[in-house]
């Protein structure tokens, strides 16, 4: 019985034996684009300039395939010292121009292929299917020039998979699915919107991009009133609910405007459309309102779903709220996540503000605590660790305490390199706990507690807890 390796040699034979056909010359081609990752370099190039998963994928899909390489390139050809393959008998019109000559095992083609297809496949899953062909013909273009045996192609394909794989464990994919709420409830159905009055902060979004115009358009009865320098959210949507011809308040804008129209809208008793037209529309995504439409078709239903609020000292705020660095952090981290991936961008963001800010002297809930950052989420976000991204419910009843500790010797340095390994939640630098209510006294003066993108006045007594759930069109099946 032929043994793997004998196996492997046959079948590459056996392939370099086929007949010559016009797609020979295609496959050296598509061989050599794939050199040093140049395909899926220009492929992500063009991918990015598009937002949202495309990006995103074409992001994952770099970073992993860099990994993979220096893995398949630096550790394991060393490892297993395989040569390639003797081409001495190959067909001239196969041969490529440059015979490489490096080990053979694994192809560095198949796993940079595998690596890149499969991370831009974890968030995009049509891009993914659409590229897996041209992964799969860049791996057997490497046996048909004769560089790989089969075997070599294979463990490279394994390898970049695995590799982009385990890119969660740094950098959680986005769900697919909204945050659990409580039972769907009705809400009044708003015949073409007559009855909602819509706040629109202009300056929300892309530059491109008009939300008033669209809400205009799908909901040409909604009262649409944009925001100045006079008038803000709680000063249009105030006015509006006070004066009784309000039946139901809109917000367009990022998570800030949507913060101040809720507390708005719990004030008066009122449902809130939320319709997505920030940058990162954090809430609206939990919620699984993602684009304007969703929530005109809600409004327009009379469908709605009950969700947590917290508050801060009175404040409602619906997703985190923060006192030491951590808004600069996140600051930062944002404006170099599209050049450096978001577990990158937050490793460097985290060094930067870490090595020039101060810790403060904070009392929690009674624990003394010396922290750079007291991160506080209106229900349980994950990933734990420095970048909660989401959560998987709005109706836990629960805040979410996690903070940064700044008690340890080398402490900054620690929590740096455990954001770097994406260890951060089992790092002895980070604590976190959940509870019902969170008193923070601050002994270290006055500090200014940040809440859903806004900053609130300094203080050194915070009282963390939740209130009564707010209302939000919504069309859900659970």
Not at 216 to 236: F, K, M, Y
Not at 420 to 448: D, I, K, N
Not at 453 to 469: C, L, P, Q, S, Y
Request: aromatic fraction near 6%.
């Amino acid at each position: 019985m032929a043994s793997p390796r004998q196996l492997d040699r046959r079948l590459h034979a056996f392939i370099g034996d086929l007949p010559t056909t016009p797609a020979d010359r295609w496959l050296r081609r598509l061989s050599t684009l794939a050199d040093h990752g140049r395909l899926w370099m220009l492929i992500a190039l063009v991918l990015g300039a598009r937002r949202g998963s495309l990006r995103r994928g074409a992001i994952r899909g770099l970073g992993s395939m860099l990994v993979s390489s220096g893995v398949v390139n630096v550790v394991l050809k060393r490892i297993f010292g395989r040569v390639r393959p003797d081409l001495a008998n190959l067909r001239t019109e196969r041969r490529l121009r440059r015979e490489p000559g490096s080990l053979s095992f694994p192809s560095g083609h198949s796993s940079s292929a595998a690596a890149f297809v499969t991370g831009l496949a974890m968030e995009s899953p049509a891009a993914g299917a659409a590229l897996a062909p041209l992964a799969l013909g860049v791996g057997y273009s490497r046996v048909h020039v004769g560089v790989h045996y089969p075997g070599d192609v294979l463990a490279g394909l394994a390898v970049g998979t695995a590799v982009a794989a385990a890119s969660q464990h740094w950098w959680l994919r986005q769900p697919t699915v909204p945050a659990r709420v409580r039972t769907s409830f009705a809400a009044p159905a708003l015949d073409q919107g007559a009855g909602l009055v819509v706040a629109v902060n202009p300056r929300s979004g892309p530059d491109d991009y008009d939300p008033a115009e669209d809400i205009r358009r799908l909901l040409p009865r909604a009262e649409v009133l944009e925001l100045s320098e006079e008038a803000g959210v709680a000063d249009l949507l105030g006015e509006a609910a006070a004066s009784g011809r309000a039946t139901a308040l809109g917000v367009a804008g990022g998570d800030g405007s949507v913060a101040a129209a809720a507390a708005v809208a719990l004030e008066h008793g009122l449902p809130l459309a939320v319709i997505p037209a920030g940058t990162l529309n954090h809430f609206a995504r939990d919620v699984g309102v993602h684009t304007p439409q969703d929530a005109v078709d809600a409004v327009l239903a009379g469908q709605a779903v009950k969700v947590d609020v917290a508050e801060v000292n009175g404040t409602p705020f619906l997703n985190t709220s923060s006192i030491g660095a951590y808004p600069e952090m996140v600051r930062r981290r944002d404006r170099l996540a599209a050049r450096l991936g978001k577990w990158l961008a937050l490793t460097v963001a985290a060094a930067q503000v870490l090595r020039t800010g101060s810790p403060v002297e904070l009392v929690v809930n009674g624990r003394p605590l010396r922290t750079w950052i007291l991160f506080i989420g209106n229900c349980t976000y994950t990933p734990r660790g420095l970048a909660p991204a989401y959560r998987p419910r709005l109706e836990d009843g629960l805040l979410d305490v996690q903070y940064l500790r700044a008690d340890l010797r080398f402490g900054r340095t620690r929590a740096v390199l455990a954001t770097l390994l994406g260890v951060s939640e089992h790092a002895r630098s980070y604590g976190h706990f959940a509870a019902e209510e969170v008193t923070v006294v601050s002994r270290s003066g006055p500090q200014r507690v940040a809440y859903d993108g806004e900053m609130g006045a300094a203080a050194t007594e915070f009282r963390f807890r939740k209130r009564e759930a707010l209302t939000v069109y919504c069309c859900r099946t659970r």
